[in-house]
């Protein structure tokens, strides 16, 4: 029995192609960490990045809104 009978033809099993899925590019940004499933040194090296371009860009503004507070129209 061959391999192809044997598991069928599906993309987990495809042993004699010779098609690879090319990588993706890496990333051109400093990537957030899942902080749940990290590592402590992802985090520690995310947090250095993160200071070291607050130092060298400055903090972003926040261009916020004013907290708006819901009002029943019942009330109005």
Known sequence: MNDLDFYGNTEHFNFKSGKRKTPPPPPSHNIRPDFEKADWRD??????????????????????????????????
């Open 43 to 76: 985090w520690a090296m995310f947090q250095t990045i993160r200071d070291i371009d607050k130092a060298t860009k400055g903090d972003k503004p926040n261009n916020w809104k004013e907290e708006e507070h819901y009002v029943p129209k019942r009330i109005h």
